[in-house]
């Protein structure tokens, strides 16, 4: 049986999944879920506006709006970060590079999806122009998400290690969904939009490293966003445009477990299995940092007062992050060494602690000299043994068994507060920062998202 | 060896085709080519837009620029048949999606590709924003349409079975070639535009027989000339994206012949194999309407004096055109008897002769009851043999071998401006109508697109 028909025949037999996650977003009652669930939903907004302000001037961002006021666009919505306003589909495309240009956005660890990044950006800049509550707001985000992710679950892995990036390759199905609820669009048009969006995949791996990974959240975010209004004014697609033979799945990947989408639909929560970066760098080496973060501030360690670092590690930390002298911002991020080093120093390792200034700072490079990684086969992925070694003749030692930031250790709120702030001061203040913290954690109570977005923005 | 490894191992070693083909597009000589490769461009460039002014009143545009209304656009670029202006990306995409409505398009045979409709909406609204030469226009029309070209040859049929729609996932490449080339990029930053364009394939075949399959064009065309704006600023993609292990090309298809796009290239010119349609329907059953036709017009056929058609057709005509009493005018294009007959009584089948109006019309569904078809698996499926039996005795009889509109009897550069005419006139009067013929023929011609939009516009 050829590859063709085998890839026809089953996915003749799939359940009609367009229409059921149309029907659910169309239906499913405001706030339809558990406390828990609305609380990680909030976690996952207020983290998604720190990650998009954080980077806000950065090229990705500035390149892209160079284009977009080439075509003059309206003043409908705001770029987080900055003063500008665009229309809202290029809202949502430039508010969507910011938030993954650091790579510090929310991750789904089981598709590897970063969830708010494609679905966010065009709910908010959609919430701003039509004056959605924030609840209105939280409703799409928590939904969209769960379309996204139900589908990315029904594909992954297969579907990842094709290339895809699967983010921008299934986040333009949760943007349009999320902008249907928004728009409440009923049940046959929001199929439509979903089936639109699905004739639009966006992002393949080969990009990562370049701007274009950023681009494909915001790039989903933007295409779903459209989706969705051409759905309103009653724009056609087939509403068997994810399952049919020849629709999105069966084309993009081998794996199509549609079980994923139908189970449990309406009664289980993809944002409540979301989880946040507590560092801007690749997660293989958190448990590390995160050790040597524990130890610093258990023992009060200054660098001067090293001997040496011993990390015992999984043999993907020195495949991946094994670069011994980094000379440049991106480089520390492939570089165990010097974020232990920085998280010593420094006591985290946020997007700052990757500048170039802080990576060819003397004190970070005398110190991640003293540091050595050795690999243990017997250290899972994401656990990590630390022995720092003191001037004293101490051996100061923690295995970290799940690193924080993980499911098992989920971040806590003050701990995602920290990071918000942390991102968003140098670009709003200290004051305006504290302020949209305090707005974005409970944004669900706002009548529109004004305040929010007079907060998260400069210059007005 | 998994199909993931193999996939990756093919790639590796594909020759640099992103940066080629970027090359290519900066630094080709404008018209660096022969006059039947420029009266072809022409051809191809005067077609696409009678395509697109046909169907410029339709649900597919009215619906498209309702969401895209939304957001308030500046008035950069005109809508063909037409008096709205949006901008540039959103004229690109509306008059894509126009000029696929109704399936009237060109036609690259080898790879069922509809080359004009990614490119010629992306080119021509960039070319009336910026200024361009007509001489420019046509310059980005022949290179995009060899980039895309070029890509889908390396990739068909693989691709196109999997599901794919060859049209709008190969032309954003296409788009952002032209794109780039009417900017004026260099052959680096054109590269980054092709790079960012590989991240965006656009369309679905499930989407065939919904407004989202026309959608795939214009997309495409949008998606392209967004690419080439932001890589006009700095924005950065893989220099490698196309050809990559992870790039789109081992992405989307089995098949990546890259010699298809290596050899030649330069030399031998996509745009010449371009067809266009004679009728407006599927192509399985022009050479059965195209015998009709032929024996009207010689004999002066009138419906009334024929007492039967019998057609001896390839076994396709009839699995997919085999309809025997449409009702409706879409459902005409499903039938060979509706198609033979109008095409009797009207001495033509455009998109009129498949109005609800003919497709009821007393005159055509009494002789579409006397048309006969008959299976000969001896006739290929470009050919059709004819025979009309008259009321007076006489059996008329033809053997079409290639129908018009195929590469072996192209249409005349007369048939083409016809059917521009039979499309434009309706929309723009008969007067404007003629105008707009004479000018997009001869479009390298003239200084500026002014005069072209003036006379495809209405209501200025």
Excluded at 352 to 368: G, I, K, M, Q
């Amino acid at each position: 049986m050829s590859a063709v028909v085998k890839q026809q025949r089953s996915a003749s037999e799939a359940p009609p999944v367009t229409q059921m996650l149309a029907d659910f977003v169309a239906s499913h009652a405001s706030r339809g879920w558990s406390d828990a669930v609305e609380a990680e939903a909030h976690r996952t907004f207020m983290n998604w506006v720190g990650c998009a302000i954080g980077p806000s001037q950065h090229d990705s961002v500035a390149t892209t709006l160079g284009a977009v006021m080439e075509l003059s666009p309206a003043p409908q919505a705001s770029l987080l970060g900055r003063a500008e306003k665009v229309d809202i589909s290029n809202a949502a495309l430039i508010n969507g590079i910011s938030s993954h240009t650091f790579d510090f956005d929310d991750t789904h660890l089981r598709t590897i999806i970063h969830p708010a990044g494609p679905v966010a950006p065009a709910a908010l800049a959609l919430a701003e122009h039509i004056g959605s509550s924030g609840r209105n707001l939280i409703d799409a985000l928590v939904l969209g998400i769960e379309v996204s992710c139900r589908v990315g679950n029904a594909m992954y892995p297969d579907h990842y290690l094709r290339g895809w990036h699967i983010t921008g390759s299934t986040g333009m199905l949760g943007s349009a969904a999320a902008c249907s609820r928004l728009l409440k669009l009923d049940a046959d048009r929001t199929a439509m939009a979903i089936g639109i969006a699905a004739s639009q995949p966006i992002g393949v791996r080969e990009q990562f490293g370049t701007m274009t990974k950023p681009f494909h959240p915001g790039g989903a975010a933007k295409a779903g966003l459209m989706a969705a209004l051409m759905a309103r004014h009653g724009f056609t697609a087939s509403p068997r445009a994810l399952e049919a033979p020849r629709g999105l799945m069966p084309i993009v990947s081998d794996k199509t477990d549609y079980a994923e989408i139908t189970e449990r639909l309406g009664q289980t929560w993809e944002v409540s299995l979301n989880t946040y970066k507590p560092f801007a760098c690749g997660i293989v080496i958190h448990p590390s940092i995160d050790g040597c973060v524990q130890l610093r501030n258990a023992h009060g360690l200054k660098a001067e007062m090293i001997r040496r670092v011993v990390l015992r590690v999984h043999p993907l930390v020195l495949e991946l992050t094994g670069k011994k002298t980094p000379s440049k911002g991106l480089e520390g991020k492939f570089s165990v060494y010097h974020s232990c080093a920085a998280g010593i120093i420094h006591g985290r390792a946020g997007e700052e602690e990757y500048s170039d200034a802080v990576v060819t700072s003397a004190d970070v490079v005398a110190l991640r000299s003293r540091v050595e990684a050795v690999i243990d086969t017997k250290v899972p992925e994401d656990a990590a043994d630390v022995s720092i070694e003191t001037t004293d003749g101490r051996t100061l030692h923690v295995y970290v068994e799940h690193a924080i930031g993980s499911l098992a250790r989920p971040m806590t709120d003050a701990q995602l507060r920290a990071k918000f702030v942390d991102q968003s001061a140098p670009v709003l203040g200290a004051e305006r920062a504290a302020r949209a913290a305090d707005i974005a954690a409970r944004i669900a109570d706002f009548p529109t998202v004004k305040e929010l977005i007079a907060s998260c923005t400069i210059g007005r």
